[in-house]
C-alpha cells in the first residue's frame, strides 16, 4: 500500500507540471484548436526576432545619422576655417598704402609706386619704397640741381624724318626715366618697340641728367617758348633727305636741317642721337627687328 500511494502521488505531481507547461505555452489541448488557429510556439519563435532586428536597425541608423551630422559638421567647419584662412592674405595685400597689414605698393605726388627702388623724385637722392607703404630718401646735398636732375616730369618725343627707309623710328622719354624706341615697319605697319630705364651718371655714356641739362639751354628754352616750332636749317626732304624733329607734350619743339642752327639745339641733336645708339644697344632692345 505504501509504495503503490507513493506512485499516486507522483503521478499526480507529473500531471499537474505537464498542464502549467501548457497554460504557459498557451497549447490548447489534444484535438481542441480554435478554428481561427491560436498562436503557435513556432509563431512566437518568428514573431520576437523581427522585432528584435528592428530594434537593432533603428538603433544602427540613428547611430549612422549620428556618425554622418558630425562628419558634416567637421566639413563645414574645415571649410570656413580654409575659407577663412584664405581671405586674410588677400585683405592683407589689399592694403594699397600703409598701415599695419603691410603695403603693396607706395603713393607719391599721385602715382603709384611698387616696393623697391623708385624714379629718383628727390632729384640726385635715391629712393625706396618699403613694404610698409612709406618712401625712404637718401638725404646728400646736390651741388648743382640742374646737373643732378635725374628725372623728367615731361615727356619729350624726337625722331627723323623724311629719306627712304625700311622703318620709321619714334624715341621718347618719359616720366620718370623711361627712354621709348618705337619701330614701325614702312612696308607692312608691323611695331615694335623696347624700354630702357636711364641713370645719372650712365655706365654706358650718356646719362639722363646730361640730357635735361642740354634741354635747359637758352637756345632750346627759346625754341619751346614758341607756338609755333621754328625750323632752323635747309629742309632736303624733297630731295629724299630728312630732318631731325624735337617735340614736348604740348607740342612744342623745333625742327633741324643740315647747314647754320643755334648751337644749344644742335648740341641736343648730337646728345639725343648718341644717347639714341647706347638704347639701341642695350640687351632691353635686342629684340628689335633690324
Known amino acids: 500500500m505504501g509504495k503503490n500511494m507513493v506512485h499516486a502521488v507522483a503521478a499526480a505531481l507529473a500531471l499537474a507540471a505537464l498542464a502549467c507547461n501548457e497554460e504557459a505555452l498557451m497549447l490548447p ?11 503557435t510556439i513556432e509563431d512566437r519563435a518568428a514573431d520576437a526576432p523581427t522585432g528584435t532586428t528592428d530594434a537593432a536597425v533603428d538603433a544602427r541608423t540613428s547611430a549612422m545619422d549620428v556618425a554622418v551630422d558630425a562628419r558634416t559638421s567637421t566639413m563645414d567647419v574645415a571649410v570656413d576655417a580654409r575659407t577663412s584662412a584664405m581671405d586674410v592674405p ?25 616696393v623697391g627702388p623708385v624714379p629718383d623724385i628727390e632729384k640726385c637722392n635715391t629712393c625706396s619704397c618699403l613694404p610698409d607703404g612709406s618712401i625712404s630718401c637718401t638725404k646728400r646735398g646736390c651741388p648743382e640741381a640742374s646737373v643732378w636732375r635725374c628725372y623728367t616730369e615731361r615727356t ?10 625700311v622703318y620709321r623710328e619714334v ?21 615694335s618697340s623696347c624700354v630702357r630705364d636711364l641713370r645719372c651718371p650712365s655706365d654706358m655714356g650718356v646719362g639722363l641728367n646730361e640730357v635735361l ?19 632752323h636749317g635747309s629742309d632736303p626732304r624733297p630731295f629724299d633727305g630728312s630732318i631731325f624733329v624735337f617735340e614736348r607734350d604740348d607740342k612744342r619743339g623745333f625742327t633741324l636741317g643740315p647747314g ?31
Not at 585683405?91 to 598704402?97: E, H, I, S, W
Not at 623711361?178 to 611695331?191: A, K, L, P, Q, Y
Not at 644749344?264 to 635686342?286: S, V, W, Y
Request: aromatic content about 4%.
Open 29 to 39: 489541448p489534444d484535438g481542441a484548436a480554435g478554428a481561427d488557429g491560436a498562436a
Open 171 to 191: 624715341a621718347t622719354l618719359a616720366p620718370w626715366r623711361d627712354h621709348v624706341i618705337r619701330r614701325e615697319s614702312v612696308r607692312d605697319g608691323m611695331t
Open 156 to 165: 619729350y618725343r624726337y625722331f627723323s624724318d623724311g629719306g627712304r627707309r
Open 90 to 114: 588677400v585683405a592683407a595685400l589689399d592694403t594699397g598704402g600703409g598701415g599695419d597689414g603691410g603695403a603693396a605698393t607706395c603713393k607719391s605726388n599721385g602715382r603709384t609706386f611698387a
Open 213 to 231: 641739362l642740354a634741354i635747359d639751354h637758352p637756345d632750346v628754352k627759346e625754341a619751346l617758348a614758341q607756338a609755333m616750332p621754328p625750323h
Open 260 to 290: 647754320t642752327v643755334p648751337a644749344g639745339l644742335r648740341a641736343l641733336e648730337q646728345l639725343l642721337t648718341k644717347l639714341h645708339e647706347q638704347t639701341l644697344a642695350a640687351p632691353e632692345c635686342a629684340q628689335l627687328p633690324r
